[in-house]
Each structure stands twice: as structure tokens, then as C-alpha cells.
């Protein structure tokens, strides 16, 4: 039996000479920042403040967890499924792939996924639609995957997707059925990327959400880095 070749995986090396480049890929939280229509907005203040005689600077702040980049738990959409302290942190790091549907609307099928990107196998997918919030603004609309296109990236082995726009589902949506999809998939979701500036490729993810408890969300300092092949 001749010998198999061995597997090349990517390796964490250098950047024209320098070290690996890690690009911020979250939405910066302000007062302005965009919040879903309804949802409780991000404050921000100050508990003691040095200039008002304190000994230190202490602040303070209160917001949904679905305001800026965040990751989505099952129990967002379902009672009884996991909250955001049970999110799994394996899928939250590692290989991820960006592909950029910005010129798509609507729902994308994977004909139309696949026209712009090949993806025998994608563990991690993360979409530039161009409808984002890092913009200041919150979106009309935004084009999202269908349902088949789920199934099938799931049985390609897809552990999480990420976008840049406000959901995985469509603005309208009030059954959720991409979240449940991948939920029951056991994926993860990232929403509220900023990949403005972000080339199209393969990168290393590290997106690792808050530990807060049983709640239904949790924000996220998502990163790419930058790898060599």
C-alpha cells in the first residue's frame, strides 16, 4: 500500500517579515452604536470620577447583549436550550473563511454561495454582506442563507457562521429558522462582524464570547489573524 502524504494545515508564520497580522473585526460600542429596533440601547457613564474628587476612574454601563458583535446562544430562540455560559469555545476558534455576498440580496442559495466561493468543507464561514452596523446606521434588509444552503453547509461540517449584518435571518423573520437550523446543528453564530476592511480569504478566527450566565447572548472582541499556507 504506498504511503499517504502527509496533511498540511496552515501555519502561524510571519507577515512580509513581521509578525502575524491580527485584525479587529467587532463593532466599537458607543452610545451611538446601532441597537435592533426595540432592544435596550448601550449606556455608558461613570460611578466615580477623579476629576469630581475620587481617588480612581470607575465606569459603568448597560446594554442588550445583541448590541455590537456578538454570539448568539440556543436560548435565544428556544426555552430550555443552552444559555450563553454554555457556549462552546471550540467553535469560536480556528480556521474561518470570508466570503463576500455584499452584490447578493435576499436569500442565498449555494449555487449562488458557491458562484462567488467554493466550499467543499467549511468549518467556519464568515459572510460580508455590507449591511452592517459599524456603518452607523441599522440596515433595511440583508441577504441571508437558505435553509437548504444550512443543511447542506452543515453536512460539510459547519461549526459556526459569522456576518456582519444584525442576524442570520432576515430582518422580518419571526420563526428564526436559520438560528434553529444551526442550533439543532450544533453551530455556533456570530452576528454584528465588522469586515469592511477584511480581504476575502482563509484566516484564523478567535471570537471568544463573555461568560455570562444563562443568558441568550453574549458580545464577543472578535479577531482575525492572518496566516500563511
Known sequence: MPARAPIRTPRRGSVNGNEPLLRDISVTLIPDTPE????????????????????????????????????????????????????????????????DVSSLSKEIDLEDLEKIQSLPFVERLLLRTGRTIASGAFPEDWPTLSESCVRTLLGRGLRLLGVDSPSVDPRDSKNLPVHNMLFSGNAAILENLDLRRITPTMYELMAFPLKLMALDAAPVRAVLRQIVA
Open 36 to 99: 435592533w429596533p426595540g432592544d435596550t440601547p448601550f449606556t455608558c457613564g461613570w460611578a466615580s470620577s477623579m476629576a469630581a474628587g475620587a481617588s480612581v476612574n470607575v465606569s459603568s454601563f448597560s446594554s442588550s447583549p445583541h448590541v455590537g458583535t456578538h454570539a448568539d446562544a440556543p436560548l435565544h430562540v428556544r426555552e430550555g436550550w443552552s444559555g450563553s455560559h454554555e457556549l462552546s469555545l471550540d467553535a469560536f476558534f480556528g480556521p474561518a473563511i470570508v466570503v
